[in-house]
């Protein structure tokens, strides 16, 4: 028993004498915490977004970053890794986990509210544009707006556009989705056409009949008129389809 209390009373004067002389003892040291920056994480969602979005074109602002206040994390080296959610694509809102690492170990996994907005160019309705148009250059202009506005499907070249239907009336101003244009048919069901096969400079042509409607490039079914069988070809242009062999 008083060995016990022996034992007790000298290292109650060795904590003593470290408050005394402003030393903290080594176990006391390595529990010690600091604070993590926040701009420290933002500088981290910067570089995350530059890697995830390079070669996009987009021009992209942060508008809100919700990162949890007083993050305390232990002291030595650490790293800051960021997960996005799986099929986001780098702009709206997303939650994302950040994953804190000191001396190579995991300390901290925190989530953060991240909002992106993104502008890139897009086509955009010169005019009011009614549902069943067939769309030409002049209806169509070229605008910098935020992927938002065209709920992430925008049309972004002439070609992709021009000659084919929409589906739904868009306003003037508004952008084009890819969603809302259909191929015009060129072909039409019952439709007399060439079926073209070409395969190593061998080229063979016979009449057939269409069974299905489509535009250029689309598969239909025709019919072989020589053997009466269907198959599946491409359109070529409006009395051509092409099948592989």
């Given at each position: 028993m008083r060995l016990v209390q022996m034992i007790l009373t000298r290292l109650l004067?060795?904590?003593?004498?470290?408050?005394?002389?402003?030393?903290?003892?080594?176990?006391?040291?390595?529990?010690?915490?600091?604070?993590?920056?926040?701009?420290?994480?933002?500088?981290?969602?910067?570089?995350?977004?530059?890697?995830?979005?390079?070669?996009?074109?987009?021009?992209?602002?942060?508008?809100?970053?919700?990162?949890?206040?007083?993050?305390?994390?232990?002291?030595?080296?650490?790293?800051?890794?960021?997960?996005?959610?799986?099929?986001?694509?780098?702009?709206?809102?997303?939650?994302?986990?950040?994953?804190?690492?000191?001396?190579?170990?995991?300390?901290?996994n925190l989530s953060l509210r991240l909002q992106v907005d993104a502008r890139t160019e897009m086509l955009t309705a010169t005019r009011q544009l009614l549902a069943g148009t067939v769309l030409a250059d002049g209806d169509l202009q070229l605008q910098k707006l935020d992927l938002a506005?065209?709920?992430?499907?925008?049309?972004?070249?002439?070609?992709?556009?021009?000659?084919?239907?929409?589906?739904?009336?868009?306003?003037?101003?508004?952008?084009?989705?890819?969603?809302?244009?259909?191929?015009?048919?060129?072909?039409?069901?019952g439709q007399l056409v060439t079926i073209v096969a070409e395969n190593a400079g061998i080229k063979i042509t016979v009449s057939g009949r269409a069974r299905s409607a489509g535009g250029i490039g689309e598969l239909i079914r025709v019919q072989n008129l020589a053997s009466n069988k269907e198959i599946s070809a491409r359109i070529l242009d409006a009395s051509t389809v092409e099948v592989g062999f």
């Open positions: 004067a060795i904590s003593c004498l470290y408050c005394l002389m402003g030393v903290v003892p080594a176990h006391a040291a390595a529990t010690a915490t600091v604070p993590l920056p926040e701009q420290e994480v933002r500088g981290a969602v910067e570089r995350f977004l530059a890697e995830k979005l390079e070669g996009r074109g987009w021009e992209t602002t942060i508008r809100q970053l919700t990162i949890p206040q007083g993050i305390q994390i232990s002291k030595g080296p650490r790293d800051l890794e960021l997960i996005a959610p799986a099929g986001w694509d780098g702009w709206g809102t997303a939650t994302i986990v950040l994953v804190v690492r000191v001396n190579g170990a995991v300390e901290k506005q065209s709920g992430g499907h925008p049309v972004k070249n002439m070609p992709d556009a021009v000659g084919k239907k929409l589906r739904m009336t868009v306003r003037a101003g508004a952008p084009i989705r890819s969603n809302q244009l259909v191929n015009v048919p060129v072909v039409v069901s």
